[in-house]
């Protein structure tokens, strides 16, 4: 082998790119609404599954006195923070996106804050966790006592499923905002006393499964609308204004045109060609 076929096959060897598929960060794999629906319901049904009614586990209940026993001076800034996962946030934030003339991602803010807040009142009545005031002694309660159960923790869910929806369509800096924030809601619930650990885990769960459920319909309603616009245009007719005449006029063309296409091969081989098929290329009105 000579020194310059040397060169170039060494030069080739070292080149060659590589064939391996390539690393998946944890947000890219969570960017699919189908993987958030399936692993919130999975974090859901086992957190459910490891509660008790009765009692608290020693690892649990160590996280929760370590929040729990944050300085009092931090309650005013935890109750601001805490107002984002309340019922309230998801009519303020769908109006938010609406100004912004998103009204898509208003819709979805509306629909998965509203449902993580209703779903949240129907899991609490089927696990039946009270509140942390009953199952430990000694915690300190920070502001006005919560009322109810305790397992799950609605704030944790609707703030998840806000997040969750607002996060691909803001900036970078919003972006950061919303991963710093979405966390410290679950946090301040149980720094003021009203959930544990797991409660919070279990609102998260929700909240994600929500959000990846309502992108999945969200993204097939996109998908189902221009054929059911192009339907009813060839149905309805023309519609009032010259873009609806327009609309009308090419679907009306393509509808001929691909009747014309089946018409050809009876054409060919001396078949009369129905009259219903008889269509030219040309759109109408042009």
Known sequence: MTPLTDDVCRTSITEAPLTGKPKRSLADVLADPRVRLAA??????ATA???RRDHVGPGEAAAFRAINGLPGWLY???WLVMQLGTLGAAPAAAGAAWLARDRELAGRLLAGGTSAWALS???K???????????????RRHGREAAGLGY????AGVAVALGAAALPRVNPVSRALILGTVPAVGLTRIYVGAHLPLDVVGGAALGLAIDGASTLVSRSHRRSAPRTRARRAVTLGPTRGCAGTRAWKKAVWQRGT???RRARPQARRGQ????DRRRGRRAPGS
């Open 40 to 45: 919130g319901s999975a974090a859901l049904l």
């Open 49 to 51: 599954m490891a509660v």
């Open 76 to 78: 005013p800034p935890a």
């Open 121 to 123: 009142k129907v899991v």
């Open 125 to 139: 009545r089927l696990v039946g966790r009270p509140r942390p005031a009953i199952l430990l002694p000694d915690i």
């Open 152 to 155: 799950l923790s609605g704030h």
């Open 258 to 260: 691909r009747d014309s």
């Open 272 to 275: 009369p060609v129905p009259a």
